[in-house]
């Protein structure tokens, strides 16, 4: 039988062992010397956010809209500007993942492993297609195919009008995987995903057939523990390169097209990267945050004040880094030197997954439903 573990035991929260508590999460000690404050324009409430479970949960934004989904199956849209009400929609899903954009719908994952798609407009469903595992990462669109991915290592190629099934590609999970699985990412007429084995593999989406697969890091160790090689940060593209980390403790850089490895270096991560100029930013398993060249993988700064707060991916804002963390923070780190330089709390409980960016504004959805929109601007001297 095969065994998932959360995430947080694993690398962020505190451990225990005995009565000693190992890899406490950092106390957080003032700012010394703020450079960008924020601002909470407006805050709503989903429903129930994840319901105490682990969901991925996260907020959508499309032109003038904001949709966000809870762990007991409301769905709702918002006017992005003052976060007017557009639609609430009140199913009898449990969703886990998503919402994803498709074509005027968008398109969610169920602990049950179904993929529902509502219309965007009226929220109205379209369709329900059972893929009988459930969906831990946001199904994507690329024209007529809608793509998700399933906890059990399958990625199916579903009708984006009907939800009928066109193509399945499976790779057997190994026992024991962290419970979380990276978005599939488009290019062009391919899908690229990470899988829990430690392979990254492109398919093209209309076909689901296999255009190249490499292995990132190789299952090494006694233990199914020692083993875990899971592809779970969430993969990014940028001028053709394919940025990829796995929980087994390789950062692997990779040509998008033919797959052909670029550089690696070890550091171990599940949550993601961004990138900006010359420099990829990265949160580590522990919690440390780290800057790299862009071209060698070489180490330009680390900061470690926030570990094993259950930092989300890194997010570019206004020339800064953003991460949230297990208590509701968002941090503002400067990209020169990694320092501390801002600091919110928009909401009060766990960010599962990593703010969005839209022009001036900043979405957060936390794990207890709160979701807000903020913007940040610099302190006046």
Known sequence: MRSVLILALLASLAACSGNKVVNKPAELTAVERAELQFERVWSKRVGAGTAGKFAALAPLIVDTRVFAADAKGRVRAFDTGAGATLWTQDTEYRFVAGPGMGADQILLGTLDGEVVALDAVTGEQRWRAMVDAEVLAAPVQDRNRVIARTVDGRVVGLDADTGDAEWEFTRTA?????????????????????????????????????????????????????????????????????????????????????????????????????????????????????????????????????????????????????????????????????????????????????????????????SDGTLAALEGAPVSR
């Open 174 to 366: 190994p026992a024991l995987t962290l419970r979380g699985l990276s978005n599939p990412v488009l290019r062009g007429s391919s899908v690229i995903v990470g899988l829990d084995t430690g392979h990254v593999v492109s398919l093209d989406t209309r076909t689901g057939e296999v255009e190249w697969e490499q292995l990132i890091r190789e299952p090494t160790g006694r233990s199914e523990l020692e083993r875990i090689v899971d592809v779970d940060a969430q993969l990014l593209i940028d001028d053709g390169r394919l940025f990829t980390a796995s929980y087994g403790g390789e950062l692997v850089v990779l040509s998008a097209i033919t797959g052909r490895e670029i550089w690696r270096r070890n550091l171990r991560s599940y949550t993601g990267m961004a990138i900006q100029g010359d420099q990829l930013y990265v949160t580590d398993a522990e919690g440390k945050v780290w800057a790299l060249d862009v071209v060698t993988g070489a180490a330009i700064w680390d900061q470690s004040e926030l570990a094993f707060r259950g930092l989300t991916q890194p997010v570019w804002y206004r020339g800064n880094l953003i991460v949230g963390d297990y208590e509701g923070y968002l941090h503002a780190l400067s990209p020169a030197d990694g320092r501390i330089i801002g600091r919110t709390r928009p909401a009060r409980d766990a960010m599962l997954t990593a703010p969005r960016v839209q022009g001036e504004r900043l979405y957060v959805l936390a």
